[in-house]
T-cell receptor, first 112, second 111 residues
Framework: DAGVTQSPTHLIKTRGQHVTLRCSPI?????VSWYQQVLGQGPQFIFQYYEKEERGRGNFPDRFSARQFPNYSSELNVNALLLGDSALYLC???????????FGSGTRLTVV | GQQVMQIPQYQHVQEGEDFTTYCNSSTTLSNIQWYKQRPGGHPVFLIQ?????EVKKQKRLTFQFGEAKKNSSLHITATQTTDVGTYFC???????????FGAGTTVTVRA
C-alpha cells in the first residue's frame, strides 16, 4: 500500500507568487490535515478536512486555503507568498478523526 | 485555544542511560499521540493513549497518560543511537478533534 504522497517535494517561489501543494492520502483514510513546520519547531495546524468538508482551521491568514476532492486527495493553496511562508508543509491522513496520523514526506517551500 | 507544552527542548543522553520527556496540555484531551521525527524526515506515529492513567510499552519506550487526561510522558530506557531524533507529543482536542503538537524534545546520544 502506498503511504501519503505529496508533490512537489521541493519548490522555490518568489515573494508575491502563488503556490499549490498536493496530497494523496492512504486509501480508505477519510481525514486529511495540513501542517506547517518551521525548522526547530513542532508542526503547526493549518487545516483539517473530513469527508470532503472543512473541519478545522488553524491560526493562518486568509492567504491560505485548501480543499478536498471526491477521491479524498487534497490541495493547499497559498497566495501572495511572503518570505515567512518558507517551511516544510506536511500533509497527514488518518482513518477517522480520532486515529493517529500518517504523514507524507512533505513539500519544502522556499520563498525568495 | 489549546496549547501543548513539552519539556525539555533538548536532551543529551549517554548511550545506555534513561531519560523522560514530559508533555502538558492547557485543556483536557480526547487522546494523546506521540511521534518521532528523524533529522531531515517527517513525523512518524508511535502510539496513541486514550484512557485516563493509561500506560503502554513499546520495547524500551514507556508512554503514560495522566489521570486528568492533560499530561503525558515518554520514558526511554537504555538509550541507543537509534533513538536519536525529535519526539513530539500531540494532543487531540475533545471539542473539535484538532491535533496540536508540542515543540518537541530533540534527543542526541553520546556513544
Amino acid at each position: 500500500d502506498a503511504g501519503v504522497t505529496q508533490s512537489p517535494t521541493h519548490l522555490i517561489k518568489t515573494r508575491g507568487q502563488h503556490v499549490t501543494l498536493r496530497c494523496s492520502p492512504i486509501s480508505g483514510h477519510k481525514s486529511v490535515s495540513w501542517y506547517q513546520q518551521v525548522l526547530g519547531q513542532g508542526p503547526q495546524f493549518i487545516f483539517q478536512y473530513y469527508e470532503k468538508e472543512e473541519r478545522g482551521r488553524g491560526n493562518f491568514p486568509d492567504r491560505f486555503s485548501a480543499r478536498q476532492f471526491p477521491n479524498y486527495s487534497s490541495e493547499l493553496n497559498v497566495n501572495a507568498l511572503l518570505l515567512g511562508d518558507s517551511a516544510l508543509y506536511l500533509c497527514a491522513s488518518s482513518l477517522d478523526l480520532n486515529y493517529g496520523y500518517t504523514f507524507g514526506s512533505g513539500t519544502r517551500l522556499t520563498v525568495v | 485555544g489549546q496549547q501543548v507544552m513539552q519539556i525539555p527542548q533538548y536532551q543529551h543522553v549517554q548511550e545506555g542511560e534513561d531519560f523522560t520527556t514530559y508533555c502538558n496540555s492547557s485543556t483536557t484531551l480526547s487522546n494523546i499521540q506521540w511521534y518521532k521525527q528523524r533529522p531531515g524526515g517527517h513525523p512518524v506515529f508511535l502510539i496513541q493513549l486514550v484512557k485516563s492513567g493509561e500506560v503502554k510499552k513499546q520495547k524500551r519506550l514507556t508512554f503514560q497518560f495522566g489521570e486528568a487526561k492533560k499530561n503525558s510522558s515518554l520514558h526511554i530506557t537504555a538509550t541507543q543511537t537509534t533513538d536519536v531524533g525529535t519526539y513530539f507529543c500531540a494532543g487531540l482536542s475533545s471539542n473539535d478533534y484538532k491535533l496540536s503538537f508540542g515543540a518537541g524534545t530533540t534527543v542526541t546520544v553520546r556513544a
